[in-house]
């Protein structure tokens, strides 16, 4: 099935937040996923937690999820959205740079990156992204956690900053 620009019944638009709104919904999210995960172990829960709870409080969080390393290479993990590339090579696209550098890839405008190469469009309706690695508690690269947002420069130093917060619980 390819990629459509047209959004299924159950996905709305990204709506961007300014800076005060920000730290107001990722102060609200942060709360939930405590009280949510508080002593929980396992990643898989964890990861669809996380999916779900930041998809609530933060409107331009429009593909969320979560890619594995496996054997070398990213395969989809959890998400919420529109169908997501299945696997991904380390080094191709955001996911597989975030992945080969180890540390979190801002984009304000995917359309802006090489396609295929430096961006690899799941979705069309994609236009900024982030994607910040996931280590666990021997800092191994366990996977990469990928937002995509309809809108451009929806995420900034404030995303990166409390979602790196929120990643470390991988690392307990
Ligand atoms: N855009 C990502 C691929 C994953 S889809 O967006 C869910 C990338 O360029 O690595």
Known sequence: MSASAEMPYFI???INLSTEEKHR?????????????AGET?????????????????????????YLVQDGRLIVGPYQGTLG????????GVCG???????TQ?????????????HIACDPNSL??????????KEELIAVFDVDSTLEGSFDEVDQSYLEQILRVFAD
């Not at 740079?97 to 540390?103: I, M, N, P, S």
């Not at 910040?132 to 508690?137: I, K, S, Y």
Request: hydrophobic share 45%.
């Open 12 to 14: 709305k638009p990204s």
């Open 25 to 37: 919904a990722y102060r609200e999210a942060i709360a939930a996923i405590d009280a949510n995960l």
């Open 42 to 66: 396992q990643d898989m829960i964890k990861m669809v937690t996380i999916n779900c709870l930041l998809k609530t409080y933060l409107p331009y969080f429009y593909w969320t999820g979560f």
């Open 85 to 92: 590339c299945l696997y991904i090579n380390f080094g191709r």
């Open 97 to 103: 740079k975030a992945a080969t550098e180890r540390k």
């Open 106 to 118: 801002l984009v304000p405008n995917t359309h802006a990156l090489a396609q295929g190469s430096e």
């Open 128 to 137: 900024s992204e982030i994607v910040v690695p996931v280590f666990n508690g």
